[in-house]
């Protein structure tokens, strides 16, 4: 159920029956006050300026014409001509029931569907993942999760770094290290296996010659380098997909698309872009000149496709993927998620696309920057020490501090469940402290801020939900109340009922924002509406009169697969006892 869509369309009708223009919206907002309503209608004001009339005449004829009936209980005029929606709780009441009853808690399945690439993640295989790209793989699968949810067509796209002059070492030294293990090589230590490889470079010119050669080998297609290159990125690949499991996170060996695989694509999209006037030779490089990106003097951005001596670079790799996503992919959407520092980069990838034609007007291109992760310090996260803090050491971090968080509040759980709810509750943590930030700000990494179970966090949204299932186990087995009749008496049940009915407005403006923060606030919103909710409006205590129960037990419920439905949609798990 979309409310603010329903009464957009609602006062839209009364403005055109009113005579306002049709370029006059409704401009709808949810109220910040419930005693000037639910929602309220702002558009009278701008059309009352442009008909030099007076807008609470304006708005009073719009009223003249608004028909609610079963939706609002009352409809007003305050101030300059604001138009406050008082929504009915008998409806609100309706929609409870409709959202205990329905999968999909009534959130509507996209009209048309579109086909969204989502291009996340990406880490380069020739390194473990480190705590950079966190914010990609966890923020880009979140708006798959969530697009996929609202029933649009979701391609993942892993774009990772598997191509370069490093892999020349890499393979020379998986090579050697092979015959001297007799095929038996487990790539455990990424890291460690790379700095054996630099320092072997470094310390043998005949091996760095052999890594130089086998970089030609490997471009030109020779069949031994390439089974060499091959079964490294396996061996790597294997280290990204375990974090993924571990982060609970949707990406698979499908969505794998390399820069390799982009690379017999490249001399001709270059060639393309030089037939079509848009690439020129300069100092020996090919560089398309963009006056869209002109700095203060006049002179355009220059944006190189082809170094001096004819290698490629990003920008031609993403131009080779920007041609695939729209013409293999069909994509109606493309989002690509990295920090904020590559702007200007995806900003004239996307101009030149456009320009060469191949990106339709039509298809929207968002580069969805985010910011960094900050330590207490104000400096970006590193190791004490000063080191990059790898991925899999911060799950582990946060594994170890939750478990013993877990044994202190829980003892009466037995060992296998507290490891269990320890695991859910600190992958929560980590994910939900990057999510509930606005996206495109840097943040200030806390482990005591995000294993907290006060506040925004994800344990203390875990917890809301385990309280739900605790209060379901001592009403019994029974789930008669799943038909009962929702009744919102209270301030506090309506409050609840208001909020569960405006999930579905809140996932669109994720959408279309690609900001999951927007979702993380509303659920700690709901979670906290409960909260006060069980507070003030008894369930099971003795004297509670059957029907009430039900009524409240059914709203629970409700709120309960919203709560989990939410926090799925964000890659993060609950649990029945926390």
Known sequence: MNIRALLSEKVAAAMAAAGIPAEFGPNLALSKNPKFGDYQANGAMAAAKAMKSNPRQIADSIIQHLDLTGLADNVEIAGPGFINIYLSSAWLASISEQISADEHLTVQAAEPAQTIVIDYSAPNLAKEMHVGHLRSTIIGDAMARLSEFLGHRVIRQNHIGDWGTQFGMLIAELEETLSETSQSFQLKDLESFYQQAKKHFDDDPAFADKAREYVVRLQSGDQAVYALWQQFIQLSLAHSEELYERLNVSLSRDDVRGESYYNDQLASTVADLEAKGLVIEDQGAKVAFLEEFADKEGKPGAYIVQKQGGGFLYSTTDLAAMQFRIQDLKADRILIFTDARQGLHFKQLFTLSRKAGYVPEAVELVHCA?????????????????????????????????????????????????????????????????????????????????????????????????????????????????????????????????????????????????????????????????????????????????????????????????????????????????
């Open 370 to 578: 985010f910011g960094m992760m900050m330590g207490a310090d104000g400096k970006p996260f590193k190791t004490r020490s000063g080191g990059t803090v790898k991925l899999a050491d911060l799950v582990d971090e946060a594994v170890e501090r939750s478990e013993k968080l877990v044994a202190e509040k829980n003892p009466e759980l037995d060992a296998e469940q507290q490891l269990e709810v320890a695991r859910k509750v600190a992958i929560g943590a980590v994910k939900y402290a990057d999510l509930s930030k606005t996206r495109t700000n840097d943040y200030i990494f806390s482990w005591d801020a995000m294993l907290s179970f006060e506040g925004n966090t994800a344990p203390y949204l875990q917890y809301a939900y385990t309280r739900i299932q605790s209060i379901f186990r001592k009403a019994g087995e029974s789930d008669a109340y799943l038909s009962a009749a929702v009744v919102l008496e209270h301030e506090q049940e309506r409050a609840l009922a208001l909020k569960l009915a405006q999930f579905e407005e809140v996932l669109l403006q994720v959408y279309r924002e690609a900001m999951p923060h927007s979702l993380c606030a509303y659920l700690y919103d709901l979670a906290g509406l409960t909260m006060s909710f069980y507070e003030n409006c008894a369930i099971l205590k003795d004297g509670v009169d059957p029907a009430v129960r039900d009524s409240r037990l059914r709203l629970s419920y409700g709120v309960a697969n919203t709560l989990r439905c939410g926090l799925d949609l964000l890659g993060i798990e609950v649990m029945e006892r926390m």
